[in-house]
């Protein structure tokens, strides 16, 4: 069926339908494989100008399910996590293209370097044509390679080639991917980063809590539908089992939480579950990667710090836990402090305060009032239209409440726990270990370092980044911006298996195409420049918001200045 007019199956459980879907797809993806540089490029422009056309229809949409006003301050928590972070990926994703085109690989945004563990480090952030040292000031990532890779090796062999593609001899590939519910823009991304990165077409499921969208969507990649590399379908469980199970679909992508990773993979039986897992016999043999859980620490290493920088690490972590209602797998989960830090209370009590300043949210994402319970261990406390109250549990205990720990209750809840060491090299390297071996997940976690730390400790920080099991390492910033920058690689980290998953497996993003990936490494400042966009006490943020999206459409450095209008009245 490659009549566009039949493209998206729009009914809820019409699975009967995947049958004609995913044999247009299998047509696509075989044309995906000898498509030009220049093809794709069209297409990824042509998606950018779908996305900007649909940019404030999506957004209201958005606004209006999670019931968040979308002329106030707070839509810019879904421009910034729709249109505008899509259409980043896609200019960049077109840069690259060209680069390709012009010169073989993606150039970079400076040159590798050995950091004093031996490791090579590849810089992604910032990138000039995008102006991100005067929109994102301070702020750098690198991406760190795993042990063994060098300078020579840098990109995947998933790359496409400059040079005119022939018929590839390796079998076309179907995915299918489920989308994630919560964040609108991550089922968009990762159905571009199967197609132009694992060169494969995709039949998208969207989940229910945000299947809304499916027309915004559709209209925006009407180019990839229309090429065959996209259907998109709505629908419960049993349009997802039909997916999964599907012959035609050859591998799978999920973002979700680990215990829907199992019921897929193993079975949603508990007892036939545990016993497959021991015989090593999942119930899906196709490749499986994905997007997981994780009860985000953010590690306070003692130190003496000014009250400016306390506040604006508090903004930071607070910006953290409330943004998108804190259905978020990058939402702090669990703060990490020493016991003896003398600025402790005073840091604890500001986050309070914060806290309490911003205005309770609607728990849009089913089951959030029994998470809530379960990890404050508080009954009835609904606030009336369905909000629930930002809550920060002090002095938690892996004994006591074990919960808090080892899972991820992806609600407005958030743990601090204390740790005995007092001196900060000693405390980073009981803090690497606490936050390996006591919590659940792989994907990110942040540090907060005090003034110095990091030219007086250089080495042993770079040991500390090493040893963290994580995909993503930041310092002084919320994991957040690793995710929306969308250079660098996004995922849990290296190593994970199907039958202990963590945080994921695989990883997506990463536009420059980089190959053996182990982790990126975001950096910036105590305190920022300028207040960033992010932070709940921005006044203009959806006005800055909705420039970023403008900016992203044909970026120019004329377009800056009323960004930074209005970035400086926020």
């Known amino acids: 069926m490659s009549d566009s007019s039949a493209t998206s199956v729009a009914t809820t459980e019409d699975v009967h339908t995947l049958d004609d879907s995913v044999d247009s797809l299998t047509t696509g993806a075989k044309q995906l494989q000898s498509m030009s540089l220049d093809k794709r490029r069209e297409l990824v422009d042509a998606c950018a100008a779908g996305a900007a056309r649909n940019a404030v229809k999506w957004v209201e949409a958005a606004c209006r399910a999670k019931r968040i006003a979308s002329d106030g301050a707070i839509a810019a928590e879904e421009i910034l996590a729709g249109p505008s972070s899509l259409l980043r990926y896609l200019h ?84 299918g991917v489920l989308g994630a519910g919560n964040v609108s823009t991550i089922p968009l991304t990762d159905t571009l980063y199967k197609i132009f990165h694992e060169q494969e077409a995709v039949l998208l499921k969207l989940n229910p809590v945000n299947e809304y969208l499916e027309p915004v969507f559709s209209d925006t990649l009407r180019p990839l539908i229309d090429a065959n590399l996209l259907r998109i379908v709505r629908g419960g469980r049993e349009m997802g089992d039909a997916v999964v199970q599907h012959t035609g679909i050859d591998t799978l992508h999920l973002t979700g939480s680990h215990l829907t990773h199992d019921a897929i993979v193993w079975g949603s039986d508990c007892s036939k579950r545990a016993a497959c897992k021991q015989e090593e016999k999942p119930l899906v043999t196709k490749p499986v990667t994905s997007e997981l859980g994780n009860v985000t620490p953010w590690i306070v290493v003692p130190g003496n710090y000014s009250k400016k920088q306390l506040r604006s690490q508090a903004e930071h972590l607070v910006a953290s836990i409330v943004n998108n209602a804190s259905f978020n797998c990058v939402a702090t989960k669990m703060i990490v402090t020493s016991r003896s830090w003398p600025q402790r209370e005073e840091f604890l009590n500001l986050l309070d305060s914060l ?202 450095l004329a377009k800056l200045l009323p960004i930074t209008f209005n970035a400086l009245r926020g």
């Open 92 to 175: 960049l994703l077109s840069s690259v293209f060209r680069d390709i085109e012009k010169n073989g690989v993606p150039s970079l945004p400076g040159r590798p370097r050995k950091n004093s563990r031996g490791r090579t480090c590849v810089p992604v952030l910032p990138v000039a044509d995008l102006y991100d040292s005067m929109l994102f000031m301070g702020l750098k990532a690198e991406v760190w390679l795993q042990s063994g890779a060098d300078e020579q090796s840098l990109f995947s062999d998933s790359m496409p080639s400059a040079a005119p593609l022939a018929t590839s001899n390796s079998p076309a590939k179907v995915a």
């Open 355 to 556: 806290l309490k300043a911003v205005p309770p949210r609607f728990a849009y994402y089913p089951g959030a009032k029994e998470r809530f319970e379960r990890a404050t261990g508080q009954a009835h406390v609904e606030m009336g239209d369905g909000c629930l109250p930002w809550t920060l549990i002090r002095d938690a205990r892996p004994d006591e409440s074990p919960h808090l720990f080892e899972e991820e209750s992806f609600v407005c809840v958030c743990a601090e726990t204390a740790l005995d060491q007092s001196s900060p090299a000693a405390f980073v390297e009981e803090a690497v270990e606490f936050v390996n071996h006591r919590l659940f997940g792989t994907l990110c976690a942040t540090l907060t370092l005090p003034a110095g730390f990091q030219s007086s400790h250089a080495e042993a920080l770079d040991l500390a980044i090493e040893r963290l099991r994580y995909g993503s390492v930041c310092i002084n910033q919320w994991s957040g911006i690793v995710y929306g920058m969308m250079t660098p690689p996004w995922g849990g980290v290296p190593g994970t298996t199907l039958a202990d998953p963590q945080s994921g497996i695989g990883s997506v993003h990463n536009t420059y195409f980089l190959d053996r990936v182990e982790k990126t490494v975001l950096v910036g400042p105590l305190c920022n420049p300028m207040k960033p966009v992010w932070f709940a006490s921005h006044r203009t943020a959806h006005k800055v918001a909705w420039n970023l999206v403008d900016f992203y459409r044909r970026p120019s």
